[in-house]
């Protein structure tokens, strides 16, 4: 029997991945776009096809999280064995700016579909997952963290996760929905969205060493973080709904990292070392060596020559802007994936040395590209915040 998935969030970073894992696993997958002033499918484009193709396997559906009327109309037309609702304002440091809209997404969202649910009388039938997150954990009480460790949201983005978080647990106890939270630490790939942390790292090292910028300003470069590839994050989604009986998972590498380390493995990828010096907003990172070998490798001999011209009379690629600093911040986050691994015998395929090259290469493609088109007079985007 085909199934049939409904991915909110679909034009995401997880979203897309999740549609590639399951249509190769045989599934339809129907997904929620918002409608937006410029196409915003480029993640999923190749999985697109032409609505008049019979038997479709990709099919999206216009819809917003905050519209209640729609997300009925739209899981009563798709009839969905599995939702994953991973549609959300996920950006932390946004939340601050937007907090009321970030509310009604990310928190109320979910009650939506589960409510459809229990009025199209679905319970039976459709399985949901609801995307929670490691920021629950906030203010941490204990490291790592675990499926029992206490949460203490930092961020209106978390304070709306945990209204997610609890809704999905009251309505799998009281009405015996199968829904499921994975409570996934943060996950990268080379589709992640430009303003996360990873991403903006990945992007500026490849435009600083293709001598297209100069600096990378960034917040809070101590805090520490459990990250993993999204690619390996999707299959947990999908384990997780597979199994009989629902259930909450931590979904984790087990290792956590400094923002300055991942900075600095990210550069050390294309032979170029740096050093920090100075403390809180008078911090910079500096190259202290330059490993030609490994530069031309991996960036190319035709950018060595400029590259160590400029950093012979400026070696500062890394300073702090204050304004990337958020009200409150989550300091550590590090995660104990133990019963994901022995319940549903999930076991990461990426290391973080795995994952930031992937990353890092794919962005030096990428900026390889865009000054391609600059130096033939073709106006690029630059997806700055
Ligand atoms: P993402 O790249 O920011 O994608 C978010 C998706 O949600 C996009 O498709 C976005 O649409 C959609 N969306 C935003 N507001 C919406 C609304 N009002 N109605 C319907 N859709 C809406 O996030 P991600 O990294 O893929 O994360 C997926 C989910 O996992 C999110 O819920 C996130 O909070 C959660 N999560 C992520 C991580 C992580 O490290 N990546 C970790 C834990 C939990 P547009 O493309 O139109 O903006
Ligand atoms: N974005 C960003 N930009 N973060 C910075 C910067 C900067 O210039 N400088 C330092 N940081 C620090 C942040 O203060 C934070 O401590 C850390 O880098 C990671 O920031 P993000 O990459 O924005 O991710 P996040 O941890 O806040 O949130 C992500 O992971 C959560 C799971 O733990 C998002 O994907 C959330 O949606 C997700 O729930």
Same mark, same amino acid.
């Given at each position: 029997?085909?199934?049939?998935?409904?991915?909110?969030?679909? @034009?995401?970073?997880?979203?897309?991945?999740?549609?590639?894992?399951?249509?190769?696993?045989?599934?339809?997958?129907? !997904?929620?776009?918002?409608?937006?002033?410029?196409?915003?499918?480029?993640?999923?484009?190749?999985?697109?096809?032409?609505?008049?193709?019979?038997?479709?396997?990709?099919?999206?559906?216009?819809?917003?999280?905050?519209?209640?009327? &729609?997300?009925?109309?739209?899981?009563?037309?798709?009839?969905?064995?599995?939702?994953? &609702?991973?549609?959300?304002?996920?950006?932390?440091?946004?939340?601050? +700016?937007?907090?009321?809209?970030?509310?009604? @997404?990310?928190?109320?969202?979910?009650?939506?579909?589960?409510?459809?649910?229990?009025?199209?009388? /679905?319970?039976?039938?459709?399985?949901?997952?609801?995307?929670?997150?490691?920021?629950?954990?906030?203010?941490?009480?204990?490291?790592?963290? &675990?499926?029992?460790?206490?949460?203490?949201?930092?961020?209106?983005?978390?304070?709306?996760?945990?209204?997610?978080?609890?809704?999905?647990? &009251?309505?799998?106890?009281?009405?015996?929905?199968?829904?499921?939270?994975?409570?996934?630490?943060?996950?990268?790939?080379?589709?992640?969205?430009?303003?996360?942390?990873?991403?903006?790292?990945?992007?500026?090292?490849?435009?600083?060493?293709? !001598?297209?910028?100069?600096?990378?300003?960034?917040?809070?470069?101590?805090?520490?973080?459990?990250?993993?590839?999204?690619? +390996?994050?999707?299959?947990? /989604?999908?384990?997780?709904?597979?199994?009989?009986?629902?259930?909450?998972?931590?979904?984790?590498?087990?290792?956590?990292?400094?923002?300055?380390?991942?900075?600095?493995?990210?550069?050390? /990828?294309?032979?170029?070392? *740096?050093?920090?010096?100075?403390?809180?907003?008078?911090?910079?990172?500096?190259?202290?060596?330059?490993?030609?070998?490994?530069?031309?490798?991996?960036?190319?001999?035709?950018?060595?020559?400029?590259?160590?011209?400029?950093?012979?009379?400026?070696?500062?690629?890394?300073?702090? +802007?204050?304004?990337?600093?958020?009200?409150?911040?989550?300091?550590?986050?590090?995660?104990?994936?133990?019963?994901?691994?022995?319940?549903?015998?999930?076991?990461?395929?990426?290391?973080?040395?795995?994952?930031?090259? +992937? /990353?890092?290469?794919?962005?030096?493609? *990428?900026?390889?590209?865009?000054?391609?088109?600059?130096?033939?007079?073709?106006?690029?985007?630059?997806?700055?915040?």
């Amino acid at each position: 029997m085909t199934k049939t998935a409904l991915i909110t969030g679909i @034009t995401g970073q997880d979203g897309a991945y999740l549609a590639e894992f399951l249509i190769k696993k045989g599934y339809i997958v129907h !997904g929620m776009k918002r409608r937006s002033s410029l196409i915003n499918t480029d993640r999923v484009d190749h999985l697109y096809q032409d609505p008049h193709v019979e038997k479709r396997n990709f099919i999206l559906h216009y819809g917003d999280l905050s519209d209640s009327m &729609n997300v009925t109309r739209i899981i009563q037309e798709c009839q969905p064995d599995e939702i994953y &609702n991973l549609g959300a304002m996920s950006h932390v440091k946004v939340s601050f +700016d937007v907090p009321e809209y970030t509310a009604n @997404t990310d928190g109320i969202g979910i009650l939506r579909i589960l409510e459809s649910i229990r009025l199209l009388g /679905m319970v039976e039938r459709a399985r949901i997952y609801q995307a929670s997150t490691s920021e629950l954990y906030g203010l941490v009480s204990e490291i790592p963290q &675990n499926e029992r460790t206490p949460f203490y949201p930092r961020s209106p983005y978390a304070c709306a996760k945990l209204y997610a978080y609890w809704i999905t647990v &009251n309505y799998r106890e009281s009405y015996g929905l199968h829904a499921s939270n994975g409570i996934l630490f943060n996950h990268e790939s080379p589709i992640r969205g430009e303003t996360f942390v990873s991403r903006k790292i990945t992007r500026a090292l490849a435009r600083i060493v293709l !001598g297209m910028q100069d600096v990378l300003y960034m917040g809070n470069l101590s805090s520490k973080r459990d990250w993993g590839h999204a690619k +390996d994050y999707v299959k947990a /989604m999908y384990m997780i709904l597979q199994q009989e009986k629902p259930d909450d998972y931590v979904i984790a590498t087990g290792i956590t990292t400094e923002v300055r380390e991942f900075i600095y493995k990210a550069f050390s /990828m294309v032979g170029i070392d *740096l050093e920090f010096t100075g403390k809180e907003e008078n911090e910079r990172g500096y190259v202290a060596k330059i490993n030609d070998d490994d530069f031309v490798n991996s960036v190319g001999a035709e950018y060595l020559g400029n590259f160590s011209s400029r950093i012979s009379i400026n070696p500062v690629v890394v300073e702090i +802007d204050p304004a990337y600093y958020r009200p409150t911040e989550v300091d550590i986050l590090l995660g104990d994936p133990a019963k994901a691994r022995e319940k549903l015998g999930w076991i990461p395929e990426y290391d973080l040395h795995g994952l930031i090259t +992937d /990353m890092v290469f794919s962005d030096l493609q *990428l900026m390889k590209k865009e000054k391609y088109l600059r130096k033939g007079g073709y106006l690029t985007l630059n997806y700055f915040e």
